[in-house]
């Protein structure tokens, strides 16, 4: 099984809402990250867990909240977003210490 | 970006032509990574070319690098439809940050 699933696929909140997003994996990474990509930009890193422990933090905004609850599962809380938070929101995995990264299909994320 | 600049940004040709992007990168590196993305989907790994190689080829792609300038180039050969998407080049900076390029939109016209 070389998947990493992420739920919801798209996801429409108001500014006021507090949501997850969710990403599975059962490969055993042990790395596991959240990017953030706008249109015709890069995937931008925000977070990585390296063996369930938050070892990098691109200075998000706090209304974004990762929690790692196990090793096979990444989430992402999300609070009082603004409108620009909308994006592609991608969750990835990768053994630590390997190379390549397995990317989930994202979740489409629209403030309104 | 966090990692560096593509060029060109996005690149127009027709099925059966070859298609040739570009990748430079800031810091030195182990290694560089090429990722395939379609319109509104998750990233998937094409190839990886180690800092001590030159040249790498897997199927219709050919990756070179070029520590000295911090470069790196894809070559999609004999192009088709299906090759339409956008492409990435990712660096792996300390042990755990993965990060990108500016990438590339390659549109294949048939």
């Known amino acids: 099984d070389t998947e ?11 500014m006021t809402n507090k949501k997850s997003l969710k990403c599975e994996q059962h490969m055993g990474h042990r790395a596991m990250y959240w990017y953030k990509q706008k249109a015709k930009k890069p995937p931008e890193l925000m977070f990585v867990y390296s063996y369930e422990k938050l070892s990098i933090n ?3 905004p706090s209304r974004f909240s990762p929690e790692c609850p196990n090793s096979s ?16 929101y991608l969750c990835a995995s990768r053994t630590t210490g390997g190379t390549e990264a ?11 | 970006s966090q990692q560096g ?8 040709i027709q099925e059966g032509e070859n298609a040739t992007m570009n990748c430079s990168y800031k810091t030195s590196i182990n290694n560089l990574q090429w990722y395939r993305q379609n319109s509104g989907r998750g990233l998937v790994h094409l190839i990886l070319i180690r800092s001590n190689e030159r ?16 470069s790196s180039s894809l070559l999609i050969t004999a192009s088709r ?18 990060v990108f390029g500016q990438g590339t939109r390659l549109t294949i016209n048939p």
Not at chain 1, 4 to 14: A, F
């Open chain 2, 55 to 70: 040249e790498k080829h897997s199927g219709r792609l050919r990756v070179t690098l070029d520590t000295s300038k911090k």
């Open chain 1, 4 to 14: 990493v699933t992420q739920t919801p696929k798209h996801l429409v909140m108001g």
């Open chain 2, 81 to 98: 439809a299906a090759d339409t998407a956008s492409y990435f080049c990712g660096q792996i900076q300390g042990a755990q940050k993965l």
């Open chain 2, 5 to 12: 600049e593509e060029d060109p940004q996005a690149l127009s």
């Open chain 1, 58 to 60: 691109e200075s998000v």
């Open chain 1, 73 to 88: 599962l990444l989430n992402l809380h999300l609070h009082a977003l603004q409108p620009e938070d909308s994006a592609l």
């Open chain 1, 102 to 112: 397995f990317f989930g299909q994202g979740t489409r994320l629209t403030v309104v």
